[in-house]
C-alpha cells in the first residue's frame, strides 16, 4: 500500500490523535525514517496501530488492546508449537478501556504539553528524550512491569479474548482483529526490531530472541518463510 493511501485510511486515534498532520511532523523529526510508526495493515480493520509507545516499558498496544511484550512472545512460542495443527484456538489476556479517552493522547505526551489518561501518566513517569539519538526501546523494559500495571490497572480492565490460528488458511485472529500470514509476521518482525526506534544498542530481551528461535526451528503454517531480515 503506498504511503499517502495509508495516510488517507488512518483513523484518528483517540488515544494518540494521530492524523496524518501529527504523522508527518514525527517523520520529520526523525530523519530518515521511510515508515510510518505504529502503522499495521489488517484484513479486518483496515490500517489499526500496533506496537510500543514509551521507550522504558515493554508494553504493546495492539489498536484497543494492551499487552506486556514478554506475554505477546510467550503466546507466539504457544502458537509455534502448534503451527502443525489445521486450526488452533486459545486465549490472551489483556487490557481494555471502556472509554477510550482513558488511554491518553500520545502525541501530547510526547511532546510534553497535555499528559491525560493512562499514556499521560506513563510518560510522566517516563517522559519522551530529548534528543532524537536517545529514542531507542530499552531491552530491561520489563522491569517496569510492575509500575506500568499500577498505573493501567486505574485506567482499564483485564479481559479474556479469543485467538484462532488458521495455519491452513495462513490466517490469526486475535480477538475481533485479522491478519494475513504476511500481516501477521510483521508485526512479529517489528517486535524483533524493537519498533520504530529499535532496540537500545541492539541488545533485545532474552524472550524476543526465543520467539525468533523458536519460529525459525519450526516456520510451518502461519509462520512459513518467515524472515526476520526482510
Known amino acids: 500500500m503506498r504511503n499517502a493511501e495509508m495516510r488517507m485510511r488512518m483513523r484518528k486515534w483517540e ?14 523529526r526523525f530523519k530518515g525514517k521511510n515508515k510510518m510508526p505504529l502503522a499495521f495493515d489488517t484484513l479486518s480493520h483496515g490500517t489499526i496501530a500496533f506496537g510500543f509507545f514509551n521507550i522504558e516499558s515493554d508494553m504493546l498496544l495492539c489498536d484497543r488492546y494492551f499487552f506486556f511484550a514478554d506475554d505477546f512472545c510467550a503466546n507466539v512460542v504457544d502458537m509455534v508449537e502448534h503451527a502443525e495443527e489445521q486450526v488452533y484456538q486459545t486465549v490472551w489476556n489483556v487490557q481494555t478501556f471502556a472509554n477510550a479517552e482513558e488511554i491518553g493522547d500520545l502525541m501530547g505526551a510526547i511532546h510534553g504539553v497535555r499528559f491525560t489518561g493512562f499514556i499521560g501518566e506513563l510518560y510522566r513517569r517516563f517522559p519522551f528524550p530529548q534528543q532524537p539519538e536517545e529514542f531507542k526501546q530499552s531491552p530491561e523494559g520489563a522491569q517496569t512491569q510492575s509500575l506500568v500495571t499500577e498505573i493501567i490497572s486505574k485506567y482499564a480492565e483485564s479481559k479474556e479474548i479469543q485467538v484462532r490460528v488458521n ?7 486475535i480477538g475481533e482483529y485479522r491478519f ?14 524493537g519498533g520504530y526506534p529499535r532496540w537500545k544498542n541492539e541488545i ?27
Not at 180 to 193: A, C
Not at 211 to 221: A, F, H, R, T, V
Open 180 to 193: 494475513s500470514l504476511i500481516q501477521f509476521q510483521e508485526l512479529l518482525k517489528y517486535v524483533w526490531r
Open 15 to 28: 488515544y494518540g490523535n494521530l492524523n496524518r498532520e501529527n504523522v508527518e511532523s514525527e517523520r520529520k
Open 204 to 230: 533485545r530481551p532474552a524472550y524476543v530472541t526465543e520467539m525468533k528461535n523458536k519460529i525459525m526451528l519450526n516456520g510451518s503454517g502461519v509462520f512459513s518463510k518467515m524472515d526476520f531480515d526482510a
Open 167 to 173: 495455519n491452513e488458511k495462513s490466517e490469526t485472529v
